[in-house]
DNA sequence: GTGAAAGCGCTAACAG
DNA sequence: CTGTTAGCGCTTTCAC
């Protein structure tokens, strides 16, 4: 019925060599002749020839398998454009360099969360495994992984993570910072932050940053009101209602991520306030959300697609052995402040009417 | 330093059992005595051991890799919640089932999308590909996929998928029709349609049910404007702007997907049009987006998440052999429309100051 | 019921 | 430069 695959073997026969060389010329391995590469590469070709990964994997080559880990809830709603942006980065080079990606979203709030993320690893033989906050931030998870032969990108490592793993983000730092003197520059003086998960340090720091911007102005950072969310809209929303219901509500509200920017904007317009007239929101991320939604959403581009591509490629590095040893290197990318409609100047009659 | 895993052998040898009567164990097999068995389960347990997934599949047992064939584009944006959805409803049941998933999104617009496909079945050895619009629809390269011995569940097949392979998805005529009728008991008598992709054939029946809709409510069908999108964002708000822009618009606009309907929203915040009083417009799919933009998005809800995982399971079903041949089933699952505020009573002023 | 033996397709020493 | 020889860890006949 289903015609039988062909294997190593019958390139090996049809190309006249011994199957080693077949493997080498596969495995772009040294010392064989031009000549006989090209007529093995042929024979692939002739008989539509792919190498069996299962085979591979057994035989030692490695599996190929890298597990992207997100922190989310696999009951919740669809993961966000956040993780579909890391993960299309990651699979883009996974395409590449000829691995096999796994995501896999372990809800942050199960006590075994640690243990689903080394079953996974164990039960798939993943050789590789990207973790992204507040997963990026276990040291002790981290140290597990590794010690079970396993290798380890992390994506915005805030703390600790940073120096137990080989990881990359932006400079959340200075995207607090920047975002902030952004909203300085438009006449903003009361701040609100809505934060995210706890042990998401990376978006702790991003508060730190606008703290500093404050700092420098002369402005109070222990004024900025800060509530906790969870990174979704609905959070963003529900605490942005209780944020506008008190007295003397901020003329600038910045939030630790777009969804929760969306869903605070979505407050805004429920309570008939107007963006930015009376009230200026920003995200962070810059995923397609701050473009959907209305006004657009001033935010801090982050390039997602491009971490999800070089943790891959951390990862690809170790697996090879061109660095070794406990050097662990944080790459930074670039961010940069997207201005949108969502901000704009502070208006002083409404600052001055619910002061 | 990494501690070897424990294999098939170390069980065997822990339990005092052969190899066989452990891969019995494992597999579920008949003829084990209920002591043995237990005997053998307490020894993997002890050894912590899991099957190497790559050794089973090379001894036959199959590769348990399926795959989600997506069409959109690499270099194009993150996914939308579309995607997602399916893919998380998928990975869900992939993992209830012991399988792994592979997605794959293919530029529909390459003109080797069907060698891209089958590539990817060959190098990974799927055993199983999950096929969405419009390649839910391509008899000839499901034709192929089957003949090379993989399994195939297509989602929300319109046409010819529908009689070439078991398929999954709702009554999306129906679905059409619904979101119509809606839009009919608000007052609303001058529509456009903003459709996808050419191919996508259930797409299309949802403008077929809104013409059914029109018919039986003695208006012409052939009034309807209908343009083609490609169920991004951006083609929303091009379009709709367009249709903005001609004499007499229509007062309700119906889209084939949310993320059009949310930029036609925007196209119309842009324009000054207030949504719902000068203008209704409405999504299908009920993803986030149709809660994240404002107004929120009057849509018509699909089980996206539902339907990855029946995917799945329609695939798991003819692995396992437990139907065979080639009648094809087609499981349609329950559509409903949710009511939201972006579609509201037709403004007859404004009908009237238009036309 | 249980076990022994034979591979699945490949890579990796080790010889030549 | 190329070939020979062992396995990797598992499932699967086929005996017992």
Chains 1, 2 share one sequence.
Not at 186 to 193: D, I, N, S, T
Not at 220 to 245: H, K, M, N, Q, Y
Request: charged share 20%; with cysteine; glycine share 10%.
């Amino acid at each position: 019925m289903t015609a039988r695959k062909p294997t190593i073997d019958d390139v090996a026969r049809d190309s006249g060599v011994a199957r080693t060389t077949v493997s080498r010329v596969l495995n772009g391995g040294p010392n064989v002749r031009p000549e006989v590469r090209d007529r093995v590469l042929a024979s692939v070709a002739a008989l539509n020839y792919r190498v069996n990964p299962q085979a591979r994997s057994l035989a030692g080559g490695g599996s190929r398998m890298l597990a992207l880990v997100l922190a989310s809830d696999l009951e919740a709603e669809p993961n966000s454009f956040y993780a579909s942006a890391l993960e299309l980065g990651a699979l883009r080079e996974c395409l590449a360099l000829g691995f096999q990606l796994m995501t896999r979203h372990v809800p942050q709030q199960s006590p075994d969360r640690r243990e689903q993320v080394l079953e996974l690893m164990t039960t798939q033989r993943c050789q590789g495994l990207i973790l992204t906050p507040p997963f990026a931030d276990d040291a002790t998870l981290i140290e597990e992984i590794r010690r079970q032969g396993c290798h380890v990108a992390t994506i915005s490592p805030g703390g600790p993570g940073r120096s137990a793993a080989d990881g990359v983000g932006i400079d959340d730092e200075a995207g607090g910072y920047d975002i902030a003197r952004h909203l300085l520059e438009l006449g903003h003086r009361r701040f609100a932050f809505i934060s995210g998960i706890e042990g998401h340090l990376s978006a702790e720091q991003r508060l730190d940053g606008l703290k500093r911007a404050l700092r420098e102005r002369g402005l109070d950072p222990a004024a900025v009101t800060v509530v906790r969310g969870d990174f979704t809209f609905r959070s963003g929303s529900v605490l942005a209602a209780r944020l506008f219901a008190q007295p003397n509500p901020p003329t600038a509200l910045v939030c630790a991520n777009d969804d929760m920017a969306a869903g605070a904007l979505s407050a805004a317009h429920g309570r008939g306030l107007d963006v930015p007239g009376h009230l200026s929101i920003t995200g962070f991320d810059d995923t397609p959300v701050s473009e959907i939604v209305w006004p657009p959403l001033a935010t801090v581009h982050q390039p997602l697609k491009d971490m999800g591509g070089a943790a891959v490629r951390i990862i690809a590095e170790r697996l090879a052995g061109t660095r070794r040893g406990a050097d662990w290197r944080f790459t930074v990318l670039p961010h940069a402040v997207v201005a949108r409609a969502s901000a704009g100047r502070a208006a002083p009659i409404f600052a001055t009417a619910s002061a």
